[in-house]
């Protein structure tokens, strides 16, 4: 999806923020309706009769029919979509969407005329209601685009995003395979050798956000003051997404080009980060310990990297089991905790072999050599504990 940043008018924003408002409240009001159903009644209504519907309350509610139509049923056209994801087992159940996080429509049916180029780095899009509006030319516009979203983030940014689909990154066709050791020192650590840092906020910025967050606080809810420190806090928050976001769009796309198999760690992202606080019954332990390492966890972009590899490299990224990667000698084979010295070094207990600890455990991984909890090779051969009968599995 190719994302611009929008530029609207004044008069223009406040029309885009009544499509983002008329699209959030029929998205609830389905939310509403199906929750409402339950094994016994009848089924609940579909997409079609639920544009009969809106039909009908934009006849009754003049403040609804001054608003798109076609933005109000798409809101409807992209439910049915989620609840279909749903029930096929790829995504969560949809939820209520909130004023100030959810904040975005969609217009389909692009005339090829509904895009055009100003100038060298400035374009227009025209957008229901709200006619021509500008855009940052950063990049060519995909021609074959047919629909595009809107969006507000929470830093106050307009942009808008064409959906389109890419083509892949075609493989570089020298058989070479990468594993990759993904963690929170390092982001990402190559079998080559090679490690990839995430950038974050710097020092200056870090502390700037913490005073933000101090003073919001102790701030009245519902103010002014309180408005202006979330405001800062979310541009803050947002350059520090962005910085994610281009660093992983940068590093898969090298990777992509350089690689023709690329094998990463089955990682239970979302287990991994969940919280430990418990119940009030059965509290958790070290629940400031692990909220930081969960924090860390998120800073370093796991998902969103193999998630872009996914997409451009479709067919050529394998998953493996974790299992015991990093106390495995990617030289003789010895698993033992011991060889891991620290977070950094990696020295093998049996035959001496020492490496950066990130780097070995990237290695096992591109060389399948995932252990189970037994002690034998995931996908190789068992791994032989004598030390006088180890063999090099280079």
């Not at 609840?83 to 096929?88: D, L």
């Not at 229901?128 to 685009?145: I, Q």
């Not at 990682?267 to 629940?287: D, H, Q």
């Not at 020295?347 to 399948?368: E, H, K, P, S």
């Amino acid at each position: 999806m190719s994302r611009y940043r929008l530029n609207p008018a004044p008069a223009q924003e406040a029309v885009l923020r009544d499509h983002c408002g008329h699209a959030r409240y029929i998205w609830n009001l389905a939310v509403e309706q199906h929750s409402h159903w339950h094994p016994g009644r009848k089924g609940v209504p579909g997409y079609v009769e639920q544009c009969r519907q809106l039909t009908e309350a934009r006849a009754e509610h003049p403040w609804l029919a001054a608003g798109s139509q076609m933005v109000q049923q798409q809101a409807l056209r992209d439910f049915a979509q989620a609840m279909a994801n749903f029930f096929g087992g790829t995504h969560n159940r949809p939820s209520w969407r909130k004023a100030g996080r959810d904040e975005g429509f969609r217009v389909v049916a692009l005339k090829p005329g509904g895009v055009r180029r100003l100038s060298r780095h400035v374009g227009e899009i025209q957008v229901p209601k709200a006619g021509w509006v500008r855009f940052r030319w950063s990049r060519d516009v995909p021609p074959d685009a047919k629909s595009y979203r809107v969006t507000l983030d929470r830093a106050g940014r307009w942009h808008v995003a064409f959906a389109v689909i890419p083509a892949p990154v075609p493989a570089p066709g020298n058989g070479q395979t990468v594993g990759i050791d993904r963690g929170v020192a390092v982001s990402a650590a190559l079998s080559t050798g090679q490690p990839l840092h995430c950038p974050a906020l710097t020092a200056r910025e870090r502390a700037r956000l913490r005073r933000l967050q101090r003073k919001l606080a102790r701030a009245t809810r519902g103010s002014n003051r309180r408005r202006r420190l979330k405001r800062g806090i979310a541009r803050l928050k947002a350059r520090e997404r962005d910085r994610r976001k281009d660093w992983a769009e940068k590093a898969s796309t090298d990777i992509a080009r350089r690689f023709d198999l690329i094998r990463v760690e089955d990682l239970k992202i979302t287990n991994m980060t969940r919280a430990a606080k418990g119940t009030r019954e059965n509290p958790g332990r070290n629940v400031r310990q692990k909220a930081g390492l969960n924090r860390g966890i998120l800073a370093q972009g796991w998902g969103l990297l193999v998630r872009r590899l996914e997409d451009k490299a479709p067919g050529r990224v394998e998953k493996i089991s974790p299992a015991f990667t990093s106390q495995r000698c990617s030289a003789c084979g010895r698993v033992d905790r011991g060889s891991r010295e620290s977070q950094a070094v990696f020295r093998c207990t049996a035959c001496g072999f020492a490496a950066n600890a990130d780097v070995n455990a990237a290695i096992n991984i591109a060389a399948l050599h995932a252990v189970t909890a037994r002690g034998g090779d995931g996908v190789t051969r068992p791994v032989n504990r004598e030390p006088h009968l180890l063999l090099h599995s280079g």
